[in-house]
């Protein structure tokens, strides 16, 4: 491609609204134009990234034995009805009346029309297994769509559904899929994890989510770089420390602690490690109970953070207790509360608190701490010790395999088994071996394909603008002539690279606008393409060209015959 | 591809709604399968031959020199008020709100977004000319969708904008894109017309369609077997005859005509070719206005009817006169109207008509015709000669290079030039030489991407199903082993030449199912592959394969060795 034949439009500014890097760099680089709030037109730079991710998820979508379709974006009310979805959905579900007054949706998913076509079309087990796939454009009436294509409300999705008729089948092909997720990214050259995952409101039971890592994401994950191990920071188990409770050493005395009401700001004040105390979170549990049970407490080490979803499964519902509640249980007001003489109180413990003797807690008195508190002597045995905390890095990783790490990550993929939710409610059945009838057992299958552009973006970024993976890049190679109307040599040889990289099936842009260097730089840097060559009269006259990586500090000087392998065996390690 | 991994399900039956062929036998293949009204679900056997229309659509349109982008398929209501088009549209503009109760459109063409676009990012004559086009799912709520999806409601269309600074280049451009599309459905195998249009509703001057010739087309078309000349029937120009009208020969005499009324019942009762018989119609012209004209006539030859829109064009607004104003003015019914004794009566006459003489009519009395009637002598001279019917098989072709053919055709693709129209309406404004601010004008260009597959099944089937050209099949070759189960010979020399026209690029299907030979047969001509190989073991005993070309009447057997070439060579005469 050349630039005079292309459409370029790079900003100096990115917009106002755009809140996230890749959102600022693709409205600067001219990827994306807004057309309503969460709904973008593809400009052609930004497409052509776009189609390449597409490309690579159709191969391996094909080579892993998935057969590609393609559903309607608009689907009539009634299958929706038949899902219970119509009304479960919520306002996210973008509804129309066609002219003669039919209800009907804007696709958000299509677990719902796959199910009504393989129902139709699918009687045998002989016919099973299945996997259908489309790349399909889905409508979301986000409430606040935002960080441009990132959480926009018209996306393109891949989307595949497996039927089956077992469950051991489904695990099967979760696993080619688990299998082939992690070629796609692979592929398109991220940095990412598969993390299991809580399976949300799409239903079923078993799913990952695969997360490409980047400082921005939305979501914590907690990884062990020492196998493959990673989570939702929510979801991973924080294990009971190696060494067991010590026995007491110190007597439990009380300090004066004026104003300190934090674990941090106590441990300074008394010049001791913040993992030396306790904090505790006074709750009250089965709180819509006719008799809610007492105050109850739950003891988390200084510099842990309570997981309620963990608390949660231990507990049941609880909610937090209000302050008059607590100074009426305990006649302090928070921030001084401790486990020392609370009568008959349930005192829930975490794990790593559990192991802890000779510990500071508050006092139960304002301005007051304890220290050298020790379970059995100055508090009653835990009623319960658990995992009640999120994990922090360091930690060790539950599968016993290293340390744990803490990072950022952006969901793209995202593997369910939905079992037989669907399939029961559509009546998608099947005759088995015996004649007898059955319920399908299902799969589905999605990547986010918009979002992994953005993703892409968030993951690879400089001060200068973008930097893409050579596989999704717009063009693999551009070529900047210095001169292009003024030298004839700088012309010709840029045309004959030009042509020989083309005829090589390299994917290359020749900007052949006679802009001032410094504009056309600054704008292949921006658009992210990862390698760049300069041609000019001065290199041509020592028969050189001049290279430079997107990453690399330097360019350097190559010979003008070495440049074509020099480049494909660049763009070659890079896949 | 494989059988065993494909998802085959063609039917014995085709549905009872299906009432055009192609609709009929894509149901029938396999290929679709319907959702809700003219909404369809493109099977992997349709989606292939969907894609493969794509793709050449997609090489040519960038080939010529269009950028690819995609917008939004839902859109917000504010640009099409600005363009008018909210109220203008109808009910065919699917409408909805979102969930804050703003108004959106699910796009069934793009000028208002494009428009946007490009008013927001060019501003310069520099920037000019430009064409974005994109491969996008449209949706219009057809009051009554029907042939599947021919006319459906939900369907994919390239659609492609171009803007220029001048009339001229935009007229360049129109040129470039007439032959980008003669090229495009050549490749595609088609026999195809471009046939200048009348505009319709989409607005602006200047327009050709391109149909794909097909006898149960909707559209009638007229062409010149001789020339490029071809026109909707209703468009296309009756020329006047060559020779001038004979002196009269005859003396007007009245004959009784009982019962007859129509003018080949008249010219088979008096044993006179039709074509010596003149019909009259009827009309009332400007019948809105507070003094209506008096009741005129139309005359027509005998085996010609009239083009209402050229008579409109003539004559203004009119209408056909009621049986009881017939009765009134001329105290005759009609079925025995005539031109003769009508006192100041306007009569129009259609050129073929001017150059009769001694022509047959109706005598303005029931029963009775006049015979020997001429202009001057017994009928006044006409009002007005023009052209006021449809062309006729044997017609002069317009362009005066040989006689006009009729037949129908299927519209499937559209050029339009249509000026200021969108951009007057969304100021899309450029600066030019002079730094002058002017309006854009702007060309449009569609193809029905999803039609194109309905309308090659209405030009290629036969009783056995689809004759599809090879460039859209949804596989090139078939290779049906005789017996893969049974013999090794047969699966190994199955597989071997699977892996040899895999390799040299050739899209082959094996059928390694196991079916029976004659169910096998009768799918891979129902879903229409073009060649056919059979592996059987009496052939592969003397190193031969049998060969059928879908449109052959018999089978060959060709040696092992020389069938990838044979293929290879029949494919590329194809394309």
């Known amino acids: 491609m050349r630039t005079s034949r292309f459409f370029l439009a790079t900003l100096k500014e990115a917009p106002s609204d755009a809140e996230v890097i890749s959102h600022q760099l ?25 189609r390449k991710v597409e490309r690579v998820v159709r191969e391996e979508m094909d080579r892993a034995g998935a057969i590609e379709l393609s559903m309607p974006a608009v689907q009539p009310a009634e299958l929706w009805q038949e899902s219970g979805r119509w009304e479960k959905y919520g306002p996210e579900l973008l509804r129309c009346k066609d002219r003669h007054q039919r209800d009907f949706v804007i696709g958000p998913t299509h677990e719902e029309v796959i199910t009504d076509v393989v129902r139709k079309d699918v009687k045998s087990y002989r016919q099973l297994p299945l996997h259908f796939y489309q790349v399909q454009v889905k409508f979301r009436d986000e409430i606040r769509p935002r960080f441009g294509i990132m959480r926009g409300r018209e996306f393109l999705m891949k989307d595949g559904y497996s039927f089956h008729s077992s469950f051991a089948d489904l695990q099967r092909e979760y696993r080619n899929m688990f299998e082939t997720y992690t070629r796609i990214f692979t592929r398109l050259g991220l940095k990412f994890r598969a993390v299991a995952a809580d399976t949300g409101s799409i239903g079923g039971t078993g799913s990952h989510e695969f997360h490409v890592l980047a400082d921005s994401g ?19 188990e924080a294990l009971a420390p190696a060494a067991a409770r010590p026995p007491a050493a110190e007597s439990m005395q009380k ?61 049941g519902e609880f909610r937090f207790a209000r302050e008059d509640e607590i100074i009426g249980a305990l006649g302090c007001q928070p921030g001084y509360l401790g486990p020392v003489a609370v009568g008959e109180r349930p005192i829930y413990v975490d794990r790593s608190v559990a192991a802890m003797a000779d510990f500071v807690c508050g006092a139960n008195e304002a301005g007051y701490h304890l220290t050298g508190v020790n379970f059995g002597r100055d508090v009653a045995e835990p009623t319960l010790v658990a995992d009640f ?14 340390q744990l790490e803490l990072c950022r990550g952006v969901e793209v993929g995202h593997i369910f088994q ?65 001169g292009y109307a003024k030298s004839e040599t700088v012309k010709a040889a840029a045309e004959t690279l030009y042509a020989e990289l083309s005829t090589a099936g390299i994917d290359v842009l020749l900007d052949d606008r006679n802009e001032r260097p410094g504009v056309m730089f600054a704008e292949m840097e921006l658009i992210g393409i990862p390698h760049r060559v300069v041609v000019g009269d001065r290199g041509l006259a020592e028969g050189k060209l001049e290279y430079k990586g997107r990453g690399d500090a330097e360019s350097q000087m190559l010979p003008l015959a070495e440049i074509g392998a020099f480049l494909k065996a660049r763009l070659c390690a890079a896949s």
Not at 34 to 48: E, H, K, N, S
Not at 218 to 236: G, I, K, M, T
Request: net charge negative; charged share 20%.
């Open 26 to 50: 693709m409205v600067r680089a001219g990827m994306i134009k807004r057309l309503a709030g969460g709904i973008y037109t593809w400009m052609p730079l930004g497409l052509r990234v776009l």
């Open 218 to 236: 939305e979501d914590a994950l907690a990884y062990c770089p020492d196998s493959d191990f990673a989570a939702n920071v929510e979801l991973a």
């Open 255 to 315: 300090v004066a602690t004026p104003g300190r009401i934090t674990c941090a700001d106590v441990a300074e004040f008394l010049g001791l490690p913040l993992i030396r105390t306790v904090k505790v979170i006074a709750v009250v549990v089965d709180p819509e109970a006719e008799k809610p049970g007492p105050l109850a407490m739950i003891l988390l080490r200084g510099d842990h953070n309570l997981n309620e979803v963990k608390a949660a499964k231990q507990l």
């Open 389 to 402: 905390r999120n994990v922090v890095a360091g930690d060790p990783s539950p599968d016993g395999k290293g």
């Open 418 to 482: 939905l079992r037989t939710k669907y399939a029961e409610a559509l009546k998608c059945s099947f005759l088995d071996e015996g004649g007898q009838s059955k319920i399908m057992e299902m799969g589905c299958y999605g990547i986010g394909v918009t979002r992994i552009v953005g993703a892409a973006i968030e993951q690879g970024h400089d001060q200068r603008g973008i930097c893409f993976p050579a596989a999704i890049a717009p063009f693999e190679v551009c070529i900047v002539p210095m």
